[in-house]
């Protein structure tokens, strides 16, 4: 359906805290129910009969191959006509995909289920991005688009938390069917509250370009390319640790289920939810003065984030002074969201906003989740022969490299920044 004319929207618009409550919401569900096959791996693997590497295979290349590609033509959808319809309908296909995870009794029909799930995540992430920059100024943008990023911190540690509680209390597959079933009650509740904002006169039009304008004005954009890739081998590291921390809690230190998931909800809610804060609060203090600083806060924080990592999971120390250790790297690593979401919104203009960042979660994504939960589980078998129980937390730590090319390609990235960068109302 056509989207009307600006002067035909006469609806009232919620108040942007309220838009900006509910995309959080939905966002931590969509991290929930990622999250949740993490914690669950050891059951989920002994019931299904699964090696690392195919296990690794469910939490990131099922997950990944349709949200990786689908996420572009999803965002021009949701350009094209209202941003919130495409969010409620996404929502609601992964979820309903959730709960069928649950009833799963083979590794292909989990596969099949998480393609699902990935299918309909595509849609939730970029036009979610492309509402808040409509609700929010410059000035205040990147600190809307962090607390939006709470998302990951809170629904990675509710996934965490909630699936290690019911499946000692029930069993696994009803942490899957719970989470899938909530998630189908939020999406119509999510529908009526959040509205789009009428857009400015020509914008409709503007919206209408073509893939094949939006994208080749990004490829000509070096710190595009550079900052779509370094996040992408940082989500490599982060998306293979969130989906095997638990199993190597578990392994080699000796954990039990709601043991792990406390140790870790701990600390993905105090560090994760600090980490994103500190990185809005920080772009948009020293964004304001020099663009260039919107790439540069991440490139360090990815430099600190793999020794500190590397200690906590290599060091013999107790459980205490690892979480305290851990608490560092798990702010540092969540930190780059808001500085490099909202520069992604602003090399592009307005009216395209939800297909760059389509475009920038395509290659992060492709990057991020097609490998780095594949790759670790691979690594994990590789090293059984040589380390035993303990391979895979070697494997976890050999990936924490790719933290540190992240941070030097960020630096690159910051060095064009500042030309790519098209202000508030230019065209």
């Known amino acids: 359906m056509a989207e009307p004319a600006a002067g035909a929207q006469t609806r009232k618009t919620p108040a942007p805290g309220l838009v900006l409550t509910m995309l959080l919401l939905v966002y931590t569900f969509n991290f929930l129910d990622r999250q949740i096959l993490g914690i669950l791996a050891q059951p989920i693997k002994a019931d299904l009969g699964l090696t690392d590497a195919e296990f690794g295979a469910l939490g990131g290349l099922a997950f990944a191959i349709l949200y990786s590609v689908l ?39 989990m596969f099949i289920f998480r393609l699902g799930v990935g299918t309909g995540e595509a849609g939730g992430v970029a036009p979610s991005y492309a509402l808040i920059a409509d609700y929010f100024p410059p000035e205040k943008r990147a600190r809307a688009l962090a607390i939006y990023s709470l998302g990951i911190p809170v629904g990675l540690a509710g996934g965490t938390l909630l699936g290690a509680y019911i499946a000692t209390m029930v069993n696994w597959r009803a ?7 909530a998630g189908m009650v939020l999406a119509p ?81 105090i560090g994760g939810t600090t980490g994103m804060f500190l990185g809005g609060w920080l772009a948009d203090r020293l964004g304001q003065v020099d663009r260039r600083w919107y790439a540069r806060i991440p490139a360090i924080a990815w430099l600190i984030t793999a ?24 702010a540092l690593n969540t930190l780059w969201l808001g500085p490099v979401t909202n520069s992604v919104q602003h090399l592009v203009p307005a009216p395209m906003r939800a297909t760059a960042s389509g475009s920038f979660l395509m290659i992060n994504n492709l990057i991020g989740l097609g490998i780095g939960p ?36 960020m630096l690159l990235a910051a060095r064009s920044l500042r030309a790519d960068w098209i202000e508030e109302g230019a065209h």
């Open 189 to 269: 509740i999510f529908l009526l509250v959040v509205k789009d904002k009428p857009r400015p006169e020509g914008a409709t039009q503007a919206a209408r370009a073509p893939l094949g304008a939006v994208f080749p004005l990004l490829a000509r954009k070096p710190s595009f390319w550079l900052m779509a890739i370094a996040s992408g081998f940082s989500s490599l590291c982060g998306y293979g640790l969130a989906l095997w921390t638990p199993a190597v809690l578990m392994r080699s230190f000796g954990l039990d289920l709601v043991t792990t998931g406390q140790f870790l909800a701990s600390l993905l809610v």
């Open 374 to 409: 594949m790759l670790m589980g691979f690594l994990s078998d590789q090293f059984t022969a040589a380390y035993g129980t303990e391979a895979l937390r070697y494997a976890a730590t050999a990936c924490l490299s790719f933290y540190v090319i992240a941070g030097l390609m």
């Open 71 to 109: 996420g572009v033509p999803l965002a021009l959808l949701a350009d094209r006509t209202r941003r919130s319809w495409v969010i409620a309908g996404a929502l609601a296909f992964w979820s309903g995909f959730t709960a069928l995870c649950g009833v799963a009794t083979s590794f292909w029909q």
């Open 175 to 181: 942490a899957f069917i719970a989470m899938g079933i």
């Open 307 to 330: 020794p500190t990592f590397a200690i906590a999971l290599i060091a013999p120390i107790p459980m205490a002074i690892m979480w305290v250790i851990l608490l560092v790297p798990n």
